[in-house]
């Protein structure tokens, strides 16, 4: 099975902080991956997929990147609304795996 | 607009079964590459099984021969069949479609919580 490894587990910033997320995958995964951003108690919203392609009405400060083995999701301006835990998910085999997730806080 | 709606969680006994279903509008579930996914309390997410539009289904080890995932056509609604259960499967259930093009999920009901507690 193929493990995903984000980081960091938490991240404290403040609005208008540009954001970085880390996501490894323990074998190769060329871009089979997609981004989501998950509030408390509600379902994942889905971001990015395919690791740099953004899913229609995703604001644009939003932004993914890399291949193979590593990943990054970027916000480049933290707005509010984006205080959340996001989650990295592969699909480049069975059984798809996600990210144990990077709670995103307000410093 | 897409709409899925999960129904049947609740509190089970260890060793007892529970079908959850999935409601869907504006697709057609026959036509899709259905999902579930878990997430346990506090926890991440799970991916749990997969259904193509043609049938071939995908379970994860954790659930292989106690899981079933299955569709009905004439009502647009999807299926988990869940035996055996153990307090490892306590977690909310999300129904998810993928376009199939990949296998990541656009749509997500809103889901249903499964306790295993005796």
């Known amino acids: 099975d193929i493990q995903m490894t984000q980081s960091p587990s938490t991240l404290s910033a403040s609005v208008g902080d540009r954001v970085t997320i880390t996501c490894r995958a323990s074998?190769?995964?060329?871009?089979?991956l997609a981004w989501y951003q998950q509030k408390p108690g509600k379902a994942p919203k889905l971001l990015i997929y395919?690791?740099?392609s953004l899913e229609s009405g995703v604001p644009s400060r939003f932004s993914g990147s890399g291949s193979g083995t590593e990943f990054t999701l970027t916000i480049s301006s933290l707005q509010p609304d984006d205080f959340a835990t996001y989650y990295c998910q592969h699909y480049n085999s069975y059984p798809l795996t996600f990210g144990g997730g990077t709670r995103v806080e307000i410093k | 607009e897409v709409q899925l709606v999960e129904s049947g969680g609740g509190l089970i006994q260890p060793g007892g079964s529970l079908r959850l279903s999935c409601a869907a509008s504006?697709?057609?579930?026959?036509?899709?590459?259905m999902n579930w996914v878990r997430q346990a309390p506090g926890k991440g997410l799970e991916w749990v099984s997969s259904i193509y539009s043609g049938g071939s289904t995908y379970y994860a080890d954790s659930v292989k021969g106690r899981f079933t995932i299955s569709r009905d056509n004439s009502k647009n609604t999807l299926y988990l069949q869940m035996n055996s259960l153990r307090a490892e499967d306590t977690a909310v259930y999300y129904c998810a479609r993928d376009l199939g093009a990949g296998h990541y999920f656009d749509c997500w009901g809103q889901g249903t919580p499964v306790t295993v507690s005796s």
């Open positions: 074998q190769y995964i060329s871009s089979w």
């Open positions: 395919k690791a740099s």
């Open positions: 504006g697709i057609t579930v026959s036509s899709n590459y």
